[in-house]
């Protein structure tokens, strides 16, 4: 009894913070978590998928992560981490007799931010290595191009909107026919010290 008592006591401690997603995809609600301390609930990541941000039935293949960054109150706010493919969304690309490129790329945003990001293009047939190396460059450049002139809450939603892939998929389509082009995951390289270090930069900046 003295346990189960316990237990309860615990949960009764904590307090309920509706997750927000960033401004850049809406302050959407992302729902609800307990914490005994708002500090504690700092760090935490939130997984979502594309659909509960856009409410478009079609984006449900699409995983996001979330980590909040601070809490105001009753509400975590976050920013964007992260997202990637569902597994079976990314099995269903698969197709016999054709060829997948894949990249993966190291790049920073233009206000400091670093990112892994990974795109995939499936063919409609096999093609050639060079064919391979040629697309393989596309994808590089213009990710890598993008990452130059945009923030990081352009630089997400174009990942995760689908507009960097479009750009990659209109130029590469001249080098091979193609039958999807996605970035397939991102994953921003550790968020909190970024924040902090870019939020200090500024501080020094207006001192």
């Known amino acids: 009894m003295s346990?189960?008592?316990?237990?309860r006591d615990k949960w009764r401690?904590?307090?309920?913070?509706?997750?927000?997603?960033p401004s850049y995809?809406?302050?959407?609600?992302?729902?609800?978590?307990?914490?005994?301390?708002?500090?504690?609930?700092?760090?935490?990541v939130i997984d979502s998928t594309l659909y509960e941000v856009t409410d478009d039935f079609s984006h449900q293949y699409l995983?996001?992560?979330f980590q909040i960054t601070e809490v105001d109150g009753k509400t975590a706010r976050t920013m964007f981490k992260g997202h990637e493919y569902s597994r079976d969304y990314?099995?269903?690309l698969v197709r016999r007799r054709t060829t997948k490129v894949e990249g993966i790329f190291d790049v920073t945003t233009?206000?400091?931010?670093?990112?892994?990001?990974a795109v995939c293009a499936f063919t409609l047939s096999r093609i050639k290595t060079t064919q391979e190396q040629a697309i393989r460059a596309i994808m590089r450049r213009i990710v890598k191009e993008k990452a130059s002139i945009l923030t990081l809450d352009q630089f997400a939603q174009?990942?995760?909107l689908g507009k960097i892939a479009s750009d990659i998929y209109n130029e590469a389509k001249k080098v091979a026919p193609l039958r999807h082009v996605g970035v397939k995951k991102s994953k921003l390289l550790d968020p909190l010290t970024q924040l902090l270090q870019l939020?200090?930069?500024?501080?020094?900046?207006?001192a």
């Open 3 to 7: 346990r189960k008592r316990r237990l």
């Open 63 to 65: 995983k996001m992560h």
């Open 13 to 21: 401690d904590k307090s309920w913070y509706t997750v927000l997603a």
């Open 25 to 44: 995809f809406g302050n959407v609600e992302l729902g609800a978590v307990p914490s005994a301390e708002s500090e504690k609930l700092v760090g935490r």
């Open 199 to 206: 939020q200090a930069q500024v501080q020094a900046q207006k």
């Open 158 to 160: 174009e990942l995760v």
């Open 110 to 117: 233009k206000d400091g931010y670093k990112l892994r990001v």
């Open 90 to 92: 990314l099995r269903s």
